[in-house]
C-alpha cells in the first residue's frame, strides 16, 4: 500500500519534471490534486484503510501530497516567469524612438489677411467693433438711405429670412448701430461676414467684409484719403498708387471706389488688370447726411468717412488668387501655400 503511494510520488515527479509548457503543469494539477485527481482519490478512500496502517499510511499521503504540490508550484512560477519575460522581449517599447510628426496647422488666408488689415487700422486709432449677421433690414438697407423701393437694393443679391430680417449683405450695418449707440468723435472699424445670393469665380454667397469710418467734427475727404493710403502702401508696399474714381453708393455723398496701381504689372498692363493698369479694392465716401439723421446726429456738426472692402478680394490681389471660391473649398493643397 505504502510502495502505492510511493509510485504515484516518482511518476508525479517525473511528469512534472519532464512538462514544457504551464498547460501542461496545470493539466498534471488537475491529474493528481483535481477533484477527481489520483491523491484526492486516495484521501477520500482513507477511510477504507484498516485502522493499524491508516496512521502510516496517513501521514505519507499527506507527504506525497504536499511533495506533489510543491513541485507543481515552483514549475508553474518557473513557467509564468518565462511568459512574462518573453512578452517583455516582444513588446518593449522603445522611449528613444523619434515621435511621430504631427504637422503644424496654420491660420486660414482670409485670417491671416483680415488680422493684418485690422492691425494697420489699430494702429490708426481705430477700434473693433461687430454688428450681427443676421440684421434687420432697417439697418441694413433702411438706415442706410436704401427705403424698401429702392433700385440700389437690386445691386445685392439679399438672403431674406422675413420681410423684415435679412443675412447682411454688407458690413456697412455696423456703421449706424454703433453710431446710435456712441456719440462722436469715432473711429471704428468693423470686420465680419457678410452673404449675398452669388456665385462665380468672383462671388461666393459667405464672404468677409471689412468696415471703417471715422466722424468727428471737421473730418474731411482728405482725412479718408490719408487713412486710406496708409493701408494700402502698409499691405501692398509703398509704391503702390491710389486712385479716387467718381462713383456712387446712397449712404455716402460724395463717393468713390478706389483703385490701387495693379499689383502684378506694376501698372503696366496684363491680365489680372485687364489692361487697365489699375484694380478696384473698395467702396468709400463721405457719410451721407441722411445717414446721420437716422442715427440721430446733427449732420450740420458732424462730418465723417466710411469705407468698406471685401476681405478675399484683397486676398486674392495681395497673392494673385484668380478663383474665390479656392477659399472655401478647403484643398490642403491650395492651403498649404499660405
Ligand atoms: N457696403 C458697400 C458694399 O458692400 C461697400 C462700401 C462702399 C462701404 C462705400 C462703405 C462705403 O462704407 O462708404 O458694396
Redesign the pocket.
Known amino acids: 500500500m505504502l510502495n502505492d503511494l510511493h509510485s504515484i510520488k516518482d511518476l508525479a515527479g517525473d511528469e512534472i519534471e519532464k512538462s514544457d509548457s504551464l498547460r501542461q503543469v496545470q493539466e498534471l494539477r488537475i491529474k493528481y490534486l483535481g477533484k477527481k485527481g489520483i491523491i484526492t482519490g486516495r484521501i477520500k478512500s482513507l477511510g477504507a484503510v484498516s485502522p493499524e496502517d491508516r496512521r502510516n499510511y496517513g501521514q505519507l499521503l499527506n507527504e506525497v501530497k504536499t511533495y506533489i504540490e510543491d513541485l507543481l508550484c515552483r514549475s508553474e512560477k518557473t513557467f509564468k516567469a518565462a511568459e512574462l519575460n518573453r512578452t517583455l522581449q516582444t513588446q518593449r517599447i522603445d522611449v528613444t524612438l523619434p515621435g511621430y510628426f504631427i504637422p503644424p496647422g496654420h491660420l486660414h488666408p482670409t485670417t491671416q489677411v483680415l488680422d493684418e488689415i485690422v492691425d494697420v487700422f489699430t494702429s490708426l486709432g481705430f477700434h473693433v467693433e461687430e454688428g450681427p449677421e443676421v440684421e434687420l433690414d432697417f439697418y441694413n438697407f433702411e438706415a442706410?438711405n436704401m427705403p424698401k423701393d429702392h433700385p440700389a437694393r437690386d445691386?445685392?443679391d439679399t438672403f431674406y429670412i422675413t420681410d423684415d430680417v435679412v443675412l447682411r449683405?454688407?458690413?456697412?450695418p455696423v456703421?449706424v448701430r454703433i453710431m446710435k449707440n456712441n456719440t462722436p468723435p469715432l473711429r471704428v472699424i468693423a470686420p465680419g461676414k457678410?452673404y449675398r445670393c452669388d456665385a462665380d469665380v468672383t462671388h461666393i454667397p459667405m464672404f468677409h467684409?471689412l468696415?471703417?469710418?471715422m466722424v468727428d467734427k471737421h473730418i474731411t475727404m482728405s482725412d479718408l484719403k490719408g487713412v486710406l493710403e496708409v493701408f494700402i502702401h502698409k499691405v501692398f508696399g509703398t509704391d503702390t498708387k491710389l486712385r479716387f474714381r467718381p462713383?456712387f453708393?446712397p449712404?455716402?455723398e460724395p463717393?468713390?471706389?478706389i483703385d490701387i496701381s495693379c499689383v502684378i504689372c506694376r501698372g503696366a498692363g496684363c491680365s489680372v488688370c485687364k489692361n487697365t493698369g489699375w484694380l478696384e479694392i473698395?467702396?468709400?465716401?463721405?457719410?451721407n447726411p441722411r445717414v446721420f439723421e437716422m442715427a440721430g446726429y446733427d449732420p450740420e456738426q458732424y462730418t465723417g468717412?466710411?469705407?468698406?472692402?471685401?476681405i478675399e478680394r484683397v486676398a486674392m490681389l495681395k497673392y494673385g488668387i484668380d478663383d474665390i471660391r479656392l477659399f472655401y473649398e478647403n484643398d490642403k493643397r491650395f492651403l498649404e501655400q499660405f
Open positions: 442706410l445691386m445685392q449683405t454688407h458690413t456697412s456703421q457678410v467684409q468696415e471703417g469710418f462713383s453708393f449712404f455716402t463717393s468713390a471706389e473698395l467702396g468709400a465716401g463721405m457719410i468717412f466710411a469705407f468698406g472692402m471685401g
